[in-house]
Every structure is written in structure tokens, then in C-alpha cells.
């Protein structure tokens, strides 16, 4: 093996690492958010709320929002967007995943086809969404909601598609010669 492949493959096994590791951290701030007892989760989200008025109140100050307002809002994308990014994260691991097995004959994974490695990033993000609404059934104050699943499978959905996206749009770069990896 010459000494750029064999730099080549250790910076992709370097960056699929750390690809899990940003996975396996964005999955335990999830678990922290849903194990924090209703009183203590409001007042995050209010604390947030209270920094988004105050934006918008310099962007136009003659708007009259309050917190109570915003807050129910918040909290309904903040589960969007959390999932989002988890869709983000476990697609990027997955399918580097994917693309470091191939030609492996023995792998099961290598057979899949990048349309199954996308459905099963979505399909793990629900499978953690509807756990994460067991979990919360168990925290004080907390309550498992279907809509809150809906909301994060929806998210996950999104960060899926936006990951393919944006590896459709590398792949034409890289078979341009722009992006190399």
C-alpha cells in the first residue's frame, strides 16, 4: 500500500471516528434534554424564548411578542431541529460506513444499496424518537406525546434528505475533479 493511500484511509477512518463520536454525542444531549423533569426543561426553553424576543425586538421593535407566546412554538421545533441534526449525523455515519466496506464480501453491509443506508438512518431516528418519548413518560412532569414523534421523525426526515442532498451535489463535485476526499 503506497504511503498517500494508506494516509488516505487513515484520515476516512480518523473522520468516520469522529463522525460516530459527534453521533453518539448529539444522541446523549438528546437523552439529557428528555431526562430533565418538566420545571427544569421549561425554564430552558424560556430562557431561550426570552433570547429570540429580544432578537426579533431589535429586528422590529415595534413587534409585541412574549414569551408565553413563543414558548410552546419553541419547544415543538426545538424537537424538529434536534432530530434534524440526528438525522444529519447517523446518515454521515452510516453511509461512511457504507462506502468503508465495500468490496468486502463478507460484509452484510456492503451489499446494501445507498437508498437502504438512507432508510435506515430515517429508521433509526425514529426507532431513538418514539424511546426518547418512553423515556420522557418516566421523568416528572414529562409526558409521551405521539405529535412529539411525528415532529422528530419529520426532522430526521429532513436531515436525511438534506445529507443526501448534499452528497449528491459532493459526488458531482468530486466527479468533477472539485472535492476530493
Not at 37 to 48: C, D, K, R, W, Y
Not at 68 to 74: P, S, T, V, W
Not at 100 to 115: F, I, N, R, T
Amino acid at each position: 500500500m503506497s504511503k498517500t493511500k494508506s494516509t488516505s484511509s487513515n484520515l476516512f477512518t480518523m473522520f468516520l471516528l469522529l463522525s460516530y463520536l459527534l453521533t453518539v454525542f448529539w444522541l446523549g444531549l438528546i437523552f439529557y434534554l428528555s431526562a430533565q423533569v418538566a420545571e427544569v426543561s421549561n425554564q430552558l426553553s424560556t430562557g431561550i424564548t426570552e433570547k429570540v424576543i429580544i432578537v426579533i425586538k431589535k429586528v422590529v421593535p415595534q413587534s409585541q411578542l412574549e414569551a408565553a407566546d413563543l414558548n410552546h412554538f419553541i419547544r415543538k421545533n426545538a424537537h424538529f431541529f434536534a432530530y434534524l441534526l440526528l438525522g444529519i449525523f447517523i446518515s454521515n455515519s452510516l453511509f461512511l460506513t457504507w462506502l468503508k466496506v465495500q468490496g468486502q464480501p463478507d460484509c452484510h453491509l456492503a451489499a446494501w444499496s445507498p437508498g437502504r443506508v438512507w432508510l435506515a438512518s430515517w429508521v433509526f431516528c425514529l426507532f431513538y424518537a418514539v424511546t426518547d418519548e418512553l423515556h420522557q413518560h418516566f421523568v416528572p412532569g414529562r409526558g409521551c406525546q405521539l405529535r412529539d414523534v411525528l415532529l422528530d421523525s419529520a426532522g430526521a426526515a429532513v436531515g436525511v434528505l438534506l445529507y443526501l442532498f448534499g452528497a449528491h451535489i459532493l459526488g458531482r463535485h468530486k466527479k468533477a475533479g472539485l472535492f476530493e476526499f
